[in-house]
């Protein structure tokens, strides 16, 4: 079945340096694809997405990519900030099914 | 504008009662998501509504889980002969018809005894 796989399950940064989190997907009709941050006991917040029109997306510090061949897509947070570190959720979807598969997060923590 | 919101923010019942889980979703979202987060997972999906009708209720784990949305708006998650394995967070998301981005509820705690 659908299956979006996500790693590393944690990540520690120190502050000021990059992070790097990786997805891949299965079901090649996906052509959305979003990143939600969520902190601890609160709703999953998107931060970004990326359709699969398009190779990559950049917004202030946060930059997506994505690679349909390889059905890999990758979120990247530079100059990491304490106010980071939260569980990161990529997930896939297709037009028509609409339905969201996540991956099974990633916790990142920035050391100051 | 007000986001999408969940009612109870926590829920205990005991082990074979019958729950219910409410969403408002934001104004003017066709569309609705229910989905089911257990403690270090991610969402896994539940049932899509576009209006009033389950477009997907593919993720529905068994017939003790049920969901209504009567007007197009508020729906409501129901679970029968509740088990210890139903406890996690239930999330609700909406969106507008045919739009990829989902805007998620605090979500509902669910403690089955």
């Known amino acids: 079945g659908e299956n979006v796989e996500q790693h590393p399950s944690t990540l520690s940064v120190q502050e000021g340096d990059s992070a790097v989190i990786k997805c891949t997907y299965s079901?090649?009709?996906?052509?959305?694809f979003p990143w939600y941050k969520q902190e601890l006991g609160k709703r999953p917040q998107l931060i970004i997405d990326?359709?699969?029109?398009?190779g990559e997306k950049k917004d202030q510090r946060i930059a997506v990519t994505l690679n349909k061949t390889a059905k890999h897509f990758s979120l990247h947070i530079t100059e990491t900030q304490p106010e980071d570190s939260a569980v990161y959720f990529c997930a896939a979807s297709s037009s028509g099914t609409y339905k969201y598969i996540f991956g099974t997060g990633t916790r990142l923590k920035v050391l100051a | 504008g007000a986001g999408v919101s969940q009612t109870p923010s926590n829920k205990v019942t005991e082990k074979g009662k019958y729950v219910e889980l409410r969403c408002d979703p934001i104004?003017?979202?066709?569309?609705l998501y229910w989905y089911r987060q257990s403690l270090g997972q991610g969402p896994e999906f539940l049932i899509y509504f576009q209006g009033t009708g389950a477009a997907d209720d593919s993720g529905l784990p068994n017939d003790r889980f049920f969901a209504v949305r009567p007007e197009g708006s508020v729906s409501t998650l129901k679970i029968q002969r509740t088990e210890r394995g139903d406890s996690a967070v239930y999330l609700c998301?909406?969106?507008?018809?045919?739009?990829?981005?989902?805007?998620f509820g605090p979500g509902t705690r669910l403690t089955v005894l």
């Open positions: 079901d090649s009709a996906s052509n959305y």
């Open positions: 104004s003017g979202h066709t569309a």
């Open positions: 998301a909406s969106g507008l018809a045919g739009g990829d981005t989902q805007y």
């Open positions: 990326i359709r699969s029109n398009v």
